[in-house]
C-alpha cells in the first residue's frame, strides 16, 4: 500500500485492476494512476489544515494530464501554474480561476494578459521589473489584478541542489530585504491588489523543519507590512512536500506540518495557500514497462525494458531512485541479482535503477517503477522517436485510458516540409 500498490487476487493491481491486465489493453510503456491515491493523499493534506481556511493549489508542472487535473478540481484543489498553457489547461479540466495562482520566474506578456483576463486569485511576483509589468498589462486591459510577492526566505531545505530554489543565489523570488520597497510600490500602482506573501523553498523535503522555518520569516514580514497599512489576506508556502521514493525514506508527517502552519497562519487572520505537486500525485503513479531482454558486459548486468529516459528522465538527471518491482508475484521470489534496469535510448544516462539489486527478470516480463506520478509524464519527450507513453487511471475496479499511445506516423504529420523539400 506505501506506493499506492495492492495486491489484487495474488497479482500486482493499482487499486483493482492488474497491472498484467492492463500491459495486455494497453501495452507498455504506460503510465497508471490511481484516482484513490491521489484523493486520499488530497484529503490527508486537506485534513491536516482543516483547522483554518487553507487552499490546496496543486502543482500542475508535476503532472499535467488532464484527467489528473479535473480529478483533483472535482476534490476541490486550485491550481498552481506556471505557463499560459498550464492556465489553459488548469481552466479546461475545471479548475475555477479564482483558485489558481500564477507562479514562474519569467512570465510572458501574453501569459499575464490570459491570467488577468481570466481573473486568477493571485500573481505570484518574482521581481519589481515583472510587478511594473504586470501592473502595466492590468491597465491596458482595463482590469485590477490580484498580486502575491514571492520571497526567497534563503533557507537551506537539505535536498537536491537542482531542487533547492529558495536559497539567496536562487534565481527565485524577492529578497527579504527588498520585500518592503516592492511592497510599498505594488501599493502605489492602482491597477494592483497586494493580497499577500508567497514562497517556494524547495522539493522532494521531508522534514518540516525548513517549512516552518520560512513560514515564520514570512509571518514576521506580514506584521511588518501590516504595520505599514498593507491588506494582506493570503500566505501562500509553495510546494516542496516530499514522498517515499527509497525504501529507507521517512514519511513527511503532514499531520504536524498542517497544525504547525495553520497555528502559525490563524493569529494573522490569512488564508493559508499551499502548492504541492509531488505530495499529491507521485506515489499515485506507476511507470509500466516490459523486459526486453538481459545483457553481461563484463561485471556489468543489465535488464532492457521498454521504458527509458525519455519516459522517465528522474534518474537521468537527478540519480533519482525509483523503486523497481516485478509485477508477476512469483518473480519476486526469485534470488535477487545486481544490475542496471536501462532502456533502449542511445545514451549511457539512460537508465531507471543502476546497481540495483533486483529479481532477476526475463524477457517478456513486466516490471513496475513506482513513485513515478509526479515529474514522469510531465518531463517526457520523444527523443529517440519513441512516442510518448500510454496513460491510464484506475478508479476501483474501472479503468480508463487517458492518454491513448500515439503512432509514430502520427508524431510525424505534426510537422510539416519547407515547400522546397515537398514533392
Ligand atoms: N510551487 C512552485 C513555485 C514550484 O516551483 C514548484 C516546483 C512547486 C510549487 C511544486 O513542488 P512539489 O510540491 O512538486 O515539490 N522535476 C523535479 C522537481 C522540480 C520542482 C520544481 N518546482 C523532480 O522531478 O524532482
Known sequence: ARWGLRVASGRLAVEEVALAEIAAAVGTPTYVYGAGEIAARFHALARACRSHPTLIAYAVKANSSQAVLAHLAQLGAGADIVSGG????????????????????????????????AGVRAINIESVAELDRVAARARALGRVTSVALRLNPDIDPDTHPYLATGLRESKFGIAMADAAGVAA???????????????????????????????????GLVRAL?????????????????????????????????????????????????EPGRYLVGSAGVLLTRVIGRKRS?????VIVDAAMNDLLRPALYGAYHPIVPVDLAAGE??????????????????????????????????????????????????????????????????????????????????QLPAWLAR
Open 226 to 274: 501590516r504595520a505599514d497599512g498593507a491588506p494582506l489576506r493570503q500566505l501562500d508556502l509553495g510546494g516542496g512536500m516530499g514522498i517515499t521514493y527509497a525504501p529507507a525514506d521517512r514519511e513527511l508527517d503532514v499531520e504536524r506540518l498542517g497544525a504547525a502552519l495553520t497555528a502559525a497562519v490563524a493569529p494573522l487572520g490569512l488564508e493559508l495557500v499551499l
Open 334 to 415: 526469485r534470488p535477487t541479482i545486481r544490475a542496471d534496469v536501462v532502456g533502449p535510448v542511445c545514451e549511457c544516462g539512460d537508465f531507471l535503477a543502476q546497481d540495483r539489486l533486483i529479481a532477476p527478470a526475463e524477457p517478456g516480463e513486466l516490471l513496475a517503477v513506482l513513485s513515478a506520478g509526479a515529474y514522469g509524464m510531465a518531463m517526457a519527450s520523444t527523443y529517440n522517436t519513441r512516442p510518448l507513453a500510454a496513460e491510464v487511471m484506475v478508479r476501483g475496479g474501472e479503468l480508463a485510458v487517458t492518454r491513448p499511445r500515439k503512432t509514430v506516423d502520427a508524431l510525424i504529420a505534426d510537422e
Open 298 to 302: 563484463g561485471e556489468r548486468e543489465f
Open 185 to 219: 510600490r505594488a501599493r502605489a500602482l492602482p491597477e494592483l491588489r497586494l493580497c499577500g506573501l508567497a514562497c517556494h523553498i524547495g522539493s522532494q523535503i521531508l522534514d518540516e523543519s525548513p517549512f516552518l522555518a520560512s513560514f515564520e520569516r514570512l509571518c
Open 86 to 117: 498550464e492556465l489553459r489547461r488548469a481552466l479546461v479540466a475545471g479548475v475555477p480561476a479564482d483558485k489558481v495562482v500564477f507562479s514562474g520566474v519569467g512570465k510572458l506578456d501574453e501569459e499575464l494578459d490570459a491570467a488577468i483576463a
